[in-house]
């Protein structure tokens, strides 16, 4: 596979001057150069277009290019990163030759030296050409599969569902199921469960510099119940530590030894929401019948679809279905949504209790007379199992065709 597309991490003029010359040098083998100004906007880009190839010089922190070679090594494929430098451009008491030792072991692919070469950018680029080549039949991989829970407005049910899915998938395939309560600020999932997790992923953040599948695996909270658990932050300004690029990281290192990464979210699109559902092989939609949260729905299916999350991807679920006066019925929220309700669940008692209790409802049998809400459970259950791991293939991912207002802020779809 041939390099069309770099990304440089820098908005330095003379570097871009440098780089555009020695590309249009190259003729027809020139690849596309694209430029981005900060960190946050490159990963933006590589998650929705992965490029063949990023650049990024070596600032005043020479130990940030490790750490993006680490990130961009995360992504499924790997993103190569190539190190830019000046000779003799670092402080007196920073070692040049263990900079870029420390860079080559954190997964940098190459290294150019300044004034940028026709030269050395050609070899660059046909290296790693060579390099795609000969890994364009690689040896099969399975990666579990991403589920994601979402909904318009909190109160829905959305974090008892993920709970109780993530537990019934566990009791099939014990220890292979993870659960990460994305609710950064708000998550319930260690009550769900009643257990003490001893880390969250405010301490799995702390350690993005040495996250590997074995250290996700360590910190992760064995549960009674065959799943493992990545609870939320303790409090809010813990949750401040959680970003879009942590989360995508942990979830794609999950997926290389979990068969299965259940994902509870925050009912608010921000970064770290979009980053999930960008690595998410399905989402769950969670409503009730209520009119409210019905018209929030529309909205939020209009949101997706802009943001280019295909309906393939996507179920809907419709949470605590009731038959009383003034509720819509099924039949109304699928003429107004124009899609198939594909799970139902009745409104039951005995989830509150289980709720109250910390045994989820999905340990029990049908058998015992907990059947309201358990046979759609297993429904939804069966529904997720049937994905089973998939082959090493590159996941459509998000296509950001239309922005969400600032993705810097975070918007509730009312």
């Known amino acids: 596979m041939t390099v069309q597309e770099v990304v440089i991490l820098s908005d330095e003029h003379q570097l871009q001057m440098e780089l555009q010359t020695a590309a249009e040098a190259l003729g027809e083998q020139q690849p596309r150069l694209r430029f981005v100004g900060d960190r946050r906007a490159l990963m933006e ?7 063949g190839l990023v650049l990024a010089p070596f600032g005043d922190a ?22 830019i430098f000046q000779p003799y451009g670092f402080p007196e008491d920073v070692s040049e030759s263990s900079v870029l030792i420390d860079a080559m072991r954190a997964g940098t692919r190459d290294f150019l030296r300044r004034p940028i070469s026709t030269t050395e950018l050609r070899t660059l680029l046909d290296n790693l050409n060579a390099t795609n080549g000969r890994a364009s039949h690689p040896r099969s991989i ?14 829905v049910g959305k974090s008892t569902l993920a709970v109780n899915t993530a537990v019934g998938l566990a009791r099939r395939h014990p220890g292979r199921v ?8 708000m998550g319930v999932a260690a ?3 009643d257990v003490q997790p001893e880390s969250t992923l405010s301490d799995v953040a702390a350690e993005r510099d040495r996250l590997d599948v074995t250290m996700i695996r360590q910190m992760a ?3 009674p119940y065959g799943v493992h658990l990545l609870a939320a932050p303790r ?7 959680v970003d879009d690029t942590v989360l995508s990281r942990i979830i794609t290192l999950a997926r290389r030894t979990f068969d299965f990464v259940i994902v509870d979210t925050f009912p608010m699109f921000d970064r770290v929401v979009v980053a999930t559902l960008d690595l998410s092989d399905r989402a769950y939609i969670v409503m009730e019948n209520v009119v409210p949260t019905l018209l929030g729905v529309v909205k939020l299916l209009d949101v997706l679809e802009r943001l280019g999350f295909p309906a393939e991807r996507q179920k809907l679920i419709l949470n605590r279905a009731q038959r009383i006066a003034g509720n819509l019925s099924q039949s109304d929220i699928s003429a107004r949504l124009g899609r198939t309700i594909d799970h139902v669940f009745p409104f039951d008692k005995q989830v509150i209790v289980a709720a109250n209790s910390g045994e989820p409802m999905a340990t029990r049998s049908i058998g015992l007379g907990f059947g ?7 429904g939804l259950i069966d529904d997720i199992d049937s994905l089973g791991p998939r082959e090493n293939r590159e996941l459509p991912r998000i296509v950001h065709a239309v922005a969400i207002e600032d993705h810097s802020q975070k918007h509730e779809i009312r």
């Open 235 to 241: 409090d809010a300004v813990e949750a401040m530590e």
């Open 45 to 51: 880009l590589v998650r929705s277009k992965p490029p």
């Open 221 to 223: 909270t064995q549960t």
């Open 62 to 83: 020479p130990g940030e290019v490790a750490r993006l070679a680490k990130e961009l090594a995360a992504f499924d494929p790997p993103i190569a990163l190539a190190a």
């Open 191 to 193: 009550a769900l469960l």
């Open 372 to 378: 309201g809400f358990l046979r759609p459970l297993r």
């Open 142 to 155: 399975t990666f579990g599969r991403v589920v994601t829970f979402i909904s318009n407005k909190g109160g």
């Open 178 to 185: 993870l659960l990460i309560d994305g609710s950064l600020q």
